[in-house]
């Protein structure tokens, strides 16, 4: 299994940008996946700022801080999932990082991560 991580760059406040998470060695549409996207900012802890879950139903979920700014979604055709970001604020710079866990077996997998910078 493997998950790449990109889309990363400089972005000034109030731009957007889109992240984007290859996945391979597993299927996104499988019912026991948990897809989120998290971030860690400098000498913070790393935090999720949104998920996709897939069972019982299609199910979206955001942090306080990117709700209404941020959207997490799937493409199925290209296992990949991707995160929209929208009115970045400077408090969005961070390395952000794909991750997918398997409910059923317990198992989690992760991204390598991709820096966002939000500087003007």
């Known amino acids: 299994v493997q998950l790449v991580d990109s889309g990363g760059a400089v972005v000034q406040p109030g731009g957007s940008l889109r992240l984007s998470c290859v996945a391979s060695g597993l299927t996104l549409t499988f019912s026991g996946y948990k897809m989120s996207w998290y971030r860690q900012a400098p000498g913070k802890e790393r935090e999720a700022v949104a998920t996709?879950?897939?069972?019982?139903?299609?199910?979206?979920d955001y942090s306080t801080s990117v709700a209404g700014r941020f959207t997490i979604f799937r493409d199925d055709g290209k296992n990949t999932i991707y995160l929209q970001m929208n009115n970045m604020e400077p408090e969005d710079t961070a390395v952000y990082y794909c991750?997918?866990?398997?409910?059923?077996?317990?198992?989690?997998?992760w991204g390598q991560g991709t820096q966002v910078t939000v500087s003007s």
């Open positions: 996709i879950t897939n069972f019982p139903s299609h199910r979206t």
């Open positions: 991750h997918v866990f398997d409910v059923h077996k317990i198992r989690e997998y």
